[in-house]
């Protein structure tokens, strides 16, 4: 191929060794809720790339079928979505032009969207005050492991 196509030439193309993907989607997601993580593409020096165009493929593997989009942003970036609709685990491949970016596969585990403890918060007088034969009450915010606001489990 010619040096002036766009997949092969390494001037103007993002480099897969020196492409990174972050975010919390990366790390962890909530089962039925939006997971997301950033994509930055890189030149073969390792500079974000200035422009989209480039080719990432994005797989996920695990306890039910998901799809990724991946969302140019025409700036270098690429926005992931995904969602996944058990909890359980998984495996997520970041591919630029079937070349693996450095550190892919990510494993991750899918939370059910249950309440998690330390996210959790209580208000109310009765927690610092009480007296007898007073009805006193004091409230309780549920929240999964990532803060977003859940049901209480029966």
Request: aromatic share 8%; proline share 3%.
């Amino acid at each position: 191929m010619l040096s002036s196509d766009r997949r092969f030439d390494k001037q103007k193309n993002a480099m897969a060794i020196f492409s990174k993907a972050h975010g919390k989607g990366l790390e962890s997601a909530i089962a039925r809720k939006l997971a997301k993580f950033t994509i930055e593409a890189r030149d073969a020096e390792g500079a974000r790339m200035q422009h989209g165009g480039d080719t990432f493929t994005v797989t996920i593997h695990g306890a039910s079928v998901v799809r990724a989009r991946v969302q140019d942003n025409e700036d270098g970036t690429y926005s992931v979505e995904y969602k996944a609709a058990a909890s359980g685990a998984y495996s997520i491949s970041v591919l630029l032009y079937g070349l693996a970016l450095p550190e892919s596969p990510w494993s991750l585990n899918v939370l059910t969207a249950r309440p998690d403890a330390e996210q959790c918060h209580l208000h109310g007088a009765a927690l610092t005050r009480a007296a007898a034969r007073e009805t006193m009450s004091f409230e309780v915010s549920f929240a999964d492991a990532h803060g977003n606001p859940t049901h209480a489990e029966v």
